[in-house]
C-alpha cells in the first residue's frame, strides 16, 4: 500500500462536509445520482433509517473516497447495512483501489459492530470476487441524441408506434410542481403490481432536497392525469425513477408516451444519458426497456456476510411473498395508501 493511502482517516459525514463530498463525485466518472450527500438526510428524514456515509481524507483534508451507508433493521425483511437503500446503484468511490479497499473495509467492520446479517454493496462492476454476489438486477442505460427526432427514430419500431399513439390520443405532459400529483397515479400503479407504496412524504422530501435536479413529470388526458413519473438529474444524465399509470393509461398508451416525454425534455435540455433504471432478468418491466432498445447492463451487488449464513431473498419473485402479493393487489386504493408505508420503508 502506498504512502497516501496509509495516511488517509476515514471520518462519518456531517452537514458542514456536504458540499465538500458533492464537489468530489462531480468530478468521478463512475459516480451516480445515487452516491449525493442528499440521500443521506432523505433516508434518515422520510424512512427514519441511521445512515453511515463514509469518507476518507487525507492528511491535507482532501476527500479521496466516499462510501455511503445505512442501516435497515426489521423483523419482516431482516436486518441489513446498505450501500444504497432505495437506490439503484452504491459502492465505494474513490480515487483508487486502496482507497476502495479501505472504506469497504470500514464498512465491513461497521456491519460487524453492528451486528447486521450482512452488507449489502450495489454496484455497476464487480470488485470483490470473493464475496458472495447476486446477479438478479440488471440496468438499462443509453445514450441520446441532442436531436429529440433522432431519438424518436432510434426507438424500435414496435415501441415508437406505442408513442405515436399516445400522440394521436391527444395526450399532453408537462412538469408539475406539485409532486403530490405524481404520486397519486403511482401508488395506483404500485398498488396493482402488489407492491406497497412509498410515502407521500418521502416524495415530498426528495423535492424539497434535490430541487431542481428532482422533478415530477404528468401526462394527462383531457382534464384527467393518468401517468406520472418522478425524474432524477446527474450532470448530463436523466433518471426516471417512480413512474406509473392509472388503469386508463394502458388503453391510451400513456406510459410509452410519457417515457417519451421524458427523453424529448431532457435532450433538449442538455442530458445525453438516459438511464431506465435497474429491472429483474424475466419481468414486464425488462421487457419492456428492451422494447425501447436498450440492452441490459449486469448491476452487481455484493455481500459480506456477517451473521447470515446465505444471501438475503428479499425480492418479489421469491415463492415465499406470492400470497401476499395477490392479497396486496385487492386491496382498495386508499387502504394500501395508508398501510403501504409502514412496510415500504423497510423493504430497502
Known amino acids: 500500500m502506498n ?3 496509509t495516511s488517509v482517516h476515514i471520518r462519518q459525514l456531517s452537514a458542514k462536509d456536504m458540499t465538500r463530498w458533492d464537489a468530489f463525485i462531480e468530478q468521478q466518472l463512475n459516480a451516480t445520482f445515487f452516491h449525493r450527500a442528499g440521500w443521506k438526510t432523505v433516508l434518515e428524514q ?3 433509517h441511521t445512515a453511515y456515509y463514509l469518507f476518507a481524507e487525507s ?7 466516499i462510501l455511503p451507508l445505512a442501516h435497515i433493521k426489521s423483523r419482516l425483511f431482516g436486518n441489513t447495512l446498505i450501500s444504497t ?3 439503484v446503484y452504491g459502492g465505494s468511490i474513490a480515487i483508487s483501489n486502496e482507497i476502495v479497499q479501505q472504506l469497504d473495509a470500514a464498512a465491513c467492520h461497521l456491519a460487524e459492530e453492528l451486528q447486521v446479517d450482512c452488507l449489502e454493496l450495489r454496484q455497476r462492476s464487480f470488485c470483490h470476487t470473493d464475496w458472495p454476489s447476486k446477479n438478479l438486477y440488471v440496468t438499462f442505460r443509453k445514450p441520446i441524441d441532442a436531436d429529440p427526432e433522432k431519438n424518436l427514430l432510434a426507438i424500435p419500431r414496435k415501441q415508437r408506434a406505442m408513442v405515436r399513439k399516445g400522440i394521436q390520443a ?5 412538469f408539475d410542481d406539485d409532486i403530490d400529483t405524481a404520486h397519486q397515479v403511482y401508488s395506483e400503479s404500485v398498488r396493482n403490481l402488489g407492491t406497497p407504496v412509498f410515502s407521500k412524504r418521502y416524495f415530498r422530501i426528495l423535492k424539497n432536497v434535490f430541487k431542481k435536479d428532482c422533478e415530477a413529470l404528468t401526462v394527462r388526458h383531457g382534464d384527467t392525469v393518468v401517468a406520472g413519473v418522478v425524474n432524477f438529474y446527474f450532470r448530463d444524465e436523466v433518471l426516471p425513477y417512480y413512474g406509473g399509470g392509472t388503469t386508463a393509461s394502458r388503453e391510451l398508451k400513456a406510459n410509452d408516451f410519457m417515457y417519451w416525454e421524458v427523453m424529448r425534455n431532457a435532450s433538449e435540455r442538455g442530458c445525453r444519458l438516459f438511464d431506465f433504471g435497474r ?6 418491466s425488462f421487457d ?4 425501447w432498445g436498450f440492452e441490459p447492463e449486469p448491476i452487481n451487488y455484493e455481500y459480506h456476510l456477517v451473521k447470515a449464513k446465505q444471501i438475503p431473498d428479499v425480492n418479489p419473485l421469491n415463492p415465499k411473498y406470492r400470497l401476499f402479493i395477490a392479497a396486496w393487489k385487492r386491496l ?4 394500501s395508501r395508508l398501510i403501504g408505508p409502514l412496510l415500504s420503508r423497510n423493504l430497502g
Open 46 to 48: 422520510s424512512f427514519g
Open 332 to 335: 382498495p386504493l386508499p387502504v
Open 288 to 291: 419492456f426497456k428492451r422494447n
Open 279 to 284: 429491472s429483474k432478468q424475466g419481468t414486464g
Open 59 to 65: 492528511a491535507q483534508g482532501d476527500i479521496l473516497g
Open 85 to 87: 437503500p432505495f437506490c
Open 170 to 174: 391527444g395526450l399532453v405532459s408537462c
Open 3 to 5: 504512502n497516501l493511502a
